[in-house]
């Protein structure tokens, strides 16, 4: 046997990743553990209770409280919010533990835990773009809605993977977060005054300021025209110029936490645009190309 076959290499990995993630929401965790305890019937009874309130009130405000499809969508969303609440929690992740902490906080606070995340997540940025669209109640809500449903479903007699699904994008988030914060920074520093359009494309704001950072120690550039990219191919072409020294000077211009997003560019555009401006390329090609693929909503056109 070839032990050198990829399939047999990453087979075994790929069996130990699912057993891992295939589990029971952790509500049905806590119950489980409930049923093995003697005199349970008074702790069962109230849980019963609070979850068959919960469940209504989520019907009326995300399913239907009048059909059954509703209730039981509901009842999903309730088992799979209040897993999230405990999941979240600092706490051991085993059925008894999961049980003392339902039990001494109670369903409905523990489920408003949950909810809680989700709505803090709906606040952080999905994509690197900021609109005004985003301040709009409706949309506010809707997103809401979304991660509510996406996240919080379960099944309580299927695995669940929705604390695994909201950790992973809280992290991608998160980053969004990080590069707003920078292409904002950079737009306040723009060298003609600060760009105060409400419309962000924060990707494109620091791929302009990273590419227009190759001429040396200038002043920072966060919105262009394409007069102006014209102008940078024709300066660094004719000049001899050294490109970290231009990028080591923008770093000690921008602060300290914006530097990891800034680096990750620079690695990332030295042997991809960059090299392409350095070349012999095409002026108008390099033109199209930045504003297709680098600076997008933040190119001023000027002329065709």
């Not at 690197?128 to 669209?133: E, N």
């Not at 359009?197 to 620091?206: Q, T, Y």
Request: hydrophobic share 40%; aromatic share 8%; with cysteine.
């Amino acid at each position: 046997m070839n032990d050198r076959n990829p399939q047999h290499v990453t087979a075994q990995p790929a069996m130990q990743l699912a057993h891992l993630t295939a589990r029971a929401p952790h509500l049905v965790q806590a119950l489980e553990a409930l049923a093995k305890r003697a005199d349970n019937r008074e702790a069962a009874q109230t849980l019963l209770d609070e979850l068959s309130g919960i469940t209504v009130l989520v019907a009326k405000r995300f399913t239907n409280e009048r059909t059954a499809d509703g209730l039981l969508e509901a009842f999903h969303l309730t088992i799979g919010c209040i897993s999230l609440g405990i999941s979240l929690a600092d706490i051991p992740q085993d059925g008894d533990a999961q049980l003392s902490f339902l039990l001494h906080h109670g369903a409905e606070y523990v489920f408003q835990m949950g909810f809680r995340r989700i709505k803090e997540l709906s606040g952080l940025p999905y994509t690197a773009f900021v609109s005004d669209f985003d301040n709009d109640p409706y949309i506010q809500q809707r997103d809401i809605k979304l991660l509510f449903t996406e996240i919080c479903r379960a099944d309580p007699i299927a695995p669940w993977k929705g604390d695994t699904v909201y950790r992973r994008e809280f992290q991608e988030r998160q980053h969004n977060l990080r590069i707003v914060a920078c292409a904002k920074w950079l737009r306040q520093k723009h060298y003609a005054g600060p760009v105060k359009d409400p419309d962000l494309d924060a990707n494109a704001v620091i791929a302009i300021a990273v590419i227009f950072a190759i001429a040396g120690d200038g002043p920072i550039v966060a919105r262009v025209g394409q007069h102006d990219i014209e102008t940078l191919i024709n300066g660094v072409r004719a000049t001899p110029l050294d490109i970290d020294a231009g990028w080591n000077a923008l770093l000690k211009k921008v602060p300290p936490q914006f530097h990891p997003i800034l680096r990750e560019r620079m690695d990332e555009y030295r042997n991809t645009i960059v090299k392409k401006i350095l070349s012999k390329t095409s002026i108008k090609i390099i033109i199209t190309e930045i504003q297709n693929f680098y600076a997008c909503g933040e190119l001023d056109v000027d002329y065709d």
